[in-house]
């Protein structure tokens, strides 16, 4: 059986909210993506990296000089990450708190970047009138 946790794909009104496991080639075999999220992908982060290439590790591999990093600050996305905390986040125990950030306060965080193998992308929400504004 297929593993599809963080696999997903859901819309309110306002926003797309995408499973940060999913591949962009998993996103654009999907009936669930918008067209335009689909075409952006396409015209900006597939020219970067390779379809396979799954949401989480695109995002601890970015540079602030990629197209990506451009579009993904341009449209505001917020990143929804289960950080790994040596004191609890506050509560003087390790485990995980999960955190929403935008893309400048990943990496611009040392302690998220040099932890990316413990640090896991749940999902990215993108709103529906920030992604109208994006030409293609």
Do not use: C, W
């Amino acid at each position: 059986m297929e593993n599809r946790d963080y696999k997903h794909t859901i819309q309110d009104i306002t926003n797309i909210y995408v499973g940060g496991k999913l591949s962009y080639k998993e996103m654009m075999d999907m009936d669930d993506i918008p067209f335009k999220l689909k075409a952006v992908f396409a015209h900006y982060m597939l020219k970067e990296v390779d379809k396979d290439t799954t949401l989480e590790n695109h995002l601890f591999y970015m540079t602030k000089d990629s197209m990506s990093y451009m579009v993904y600050k341009k449209l505001k996305a917020r990143f929804l990450l289960n950080v790994f905390y040596e004191d609890g986040h506050g509560k003087n125990e390790p485990g995980y708190h999960i955190d929403e950030f935008l893309i400048d306060d990943i990496l611009d965080n040392e302690d998220i970047m040099a932890n990316k193998d413990v640090t896991f992308l749940t999902e990215i929400r993108i709103s529906k009138l920030k992604l109208a504004g994006i030409p293609v």
